[in-house]
């Protein structure tokens, strides 16, 4: 039972001096992002372009909402050949539209190719800046406090988000 407890022993000791001689930072990266002016105008470009490319779907809406609407108003004149054939021209170009959303607003499209386009050099700009303070300063670990890392506590002593705006701005 000796063995066990200084064995245990001798292991959580070993644990405290490895953790201890450790050097931990946080940084909020996306108070850095936005503390940057290309990032800055980055967002407003790719916000102006995504409510140019809403407004266009919500014109295009517009306009099956009044094929609908004229649709409704006619079908009781039309045969039933004719009302098939309208309903499909409805729900075809709904499907243009669905498509069109899609390739502007999907997972793939062409809003999240151009936010990679404008942003990913300077988030690379940033990374970099950080891996260069984390070597020049000694630090083994910076965590991002602003992101979904899960952090919920830190000392405020540890918060280097100032340096790494000071950083970044040069």
Same mark, same amino acid.
């Given at each position: 039972?000796?063995?066990?407890?200084?064995?245990?022993?001798?292991?959580?000791?070993?644990?405290?001096? %490895?953790?201890?001689?450790?050097?931990?930072?946080?940084?909020?990266?996306?108070?850095?992002?936005?503390?940057?002016?290309?990032?800055?105008?980055?967002?407003?470009?790719?916000?102006?372009?995504?409510?140019?490319?809403?407004?266009?779907?919500?014109?295009?809406?517009?306009?099956?909402?009044?094929?609908?609407?004229?649709?409704?108003?006619?079908?009781?004149?039309?045969?039933?050949?004719?009302?098939?054939?309208?309903?499909?021209?409805?729900?075809?170009?709904?499907?243009?539209?669905?498509?069109?959303?899609?390739?502007?607003?999907?997972?793939?499209?062409?809003?999240?190719?151009?936010?990679?386009?404008?942003?990913?050099?300077?988030?690379?700009?940033?990374?970099?800046?950080?891996?260069?303070?984390?070597?020049?300063?000694?630090?083994?670990?910076?965590?991002?406090?602003?992101?979904? %890392?899960?952090?919920?506590? %830190?000392?405020?002593?540890?918060?280097?988000?100032?340096?790494?705006?000071?950083?970044? %701005?040069?």
């Amino acid at each position: 039972m000796n063995k066990i407890t200084f064995l245990f022993l001798m292991l959580t000791l070993g644990t405290i001096t %490895s953790v201890s001689a450790q050097r931990i930072a946080i940084v909020d990266i996306t108070r850095v992002l936005q503390e940057m002016p290309d990032y800055q105008a980055a967002q407003v470009e790719l916000d102006k372009i995504a409510a140019e490319w809403r407004q266009q779907i919500a014109l295009e809406y517009d306009q099956i909402k009044a094929m609908y609407n004229k649709y409704q108003a006619e079908q009781v004149l039309l045969s039933e050949d004719q009302r098939k054939k309208k309903e499909e021209e409805i729900m075809e170009r709904e499907k243009q539209v669905r498509d069109l959303q899609k390739d502007k607003f999907g997972p793939e499209g062409a809003l999240f190719r151009k936010r990679q386009d404008l942003v990913q050099p300077i988030q690379e700009r940033v990374y970099g800046a950080i891996a260069t303070y984390a070597d020049d300063r000694g630090f083994d670990f910076i965590f991002d406090k602003g992101g979904s %890392s899960g952090l919920i506590f %830190s000392n405020q002593e540890y918060d280097k988000t100032d340096d790494i705006i000071r950083v970044v %701005s040069q």
